[in-house]
């Protein structure tokens, strides 16, 4: 595998569901970050881990619930979700420590909540 | 007035024409400039980066930024079909400042 993988692909869930998106990169980066891609709106920065320490919370709601275990992974934990939350849940990583800018992104998991 | 303003298109143009995309913003305090391109059904890969004001050329890309006028630009240029995705472009303060992304402008390059 190379570059910046995601895992499930697709996803539907109910809004009482609980599911876990990951996130895997290869790059051998220290930064992870998570984003969502809706339509029409742009990319909304959800969160941000560098070097395994989360430095960023964009007044994300609780039922997101990010771990990164090391700075290979990254995970995106769901619950209770809403409709509305219905978007491109996309990965991205970078250099890390003041290199934000050169971020690689995954594919992405298309979430669908009914 | 939203940080990044980008014409979402779509914008449709025949195969061998100059492309223009551009982005404006108000907040003079980014210094790095992005250009993303997103095909459907992946994430964007990063195109053209630049710091501050000037022109980057990339084979038949080129990017540009005029600071004074808060504008940024990206020229494709003998556009090919294979140049049909949503362009983003992205914008930081610093290297340790979170992207400022536009909401991206979709081109279809026709055959």
């Known amino acids: 595998e190379t570059g910046v993988t995601q895992t499930p692909r697709h996803l539907v869930m109910g809004m009482t569901n609980k599911k876990s998106l990951k996130c895997e990169q290869h790059l051998g980066h220290n930064a992870m970050y998570w984003y969502k891609q809706s339509a029409k709106k742009p990319l909304e920065l959800m969160f941000v881990?560098?070097?395994?320490?989360?430095?960023e919370n964009n007044s994300v709601p609780s039922r997101f619930s990010p771990e990164c275990p090391n700075s290979s992974h990254l995970f995106l934990h769901l619950h209770t979700l809403q409709p509305e939350d219905s978007a491109l849940y996309l990965c991205a990583s970078s250099q890390g420590g003041s290199t934000y800018n050169e971020q690689f992104f995954g594919p992405g998991t298309r979430l669908t909540v009914l | 007035q939203k940080e990044v303003e980008q014409d979402p298109g779509p914008l449709s143009v025949p195969e061998g024409a100059i492309v223009s995309l551009n982005c404006t913003y108000s907040n003079s305090a980014f210094q790095y400039f992005m250009w993303y391109r997103q095909y459907s059904r992946k994430g964007p890969e990063l195109l053209m980066y630049t710091y501050s004001s000037g022109n980057k050329e990339d084979g038949r890309f080129t990017a540009q930024v005029d600071k004074s006028s808060k504008y940024i630009s990206l020229f494709i240029r003998d556009s090919q079909p294979s140049d049909s995705a949503t362009y983003l472009c992205a914008m930081s303060h610093s290297g340790n400042t979170p992207l400022v992304f536009g909401k991206g402008t979709r081109l279809s390059v026709i055959a």
């Open positions: 881990y560098n070097f395994k320490e989360q430095t």
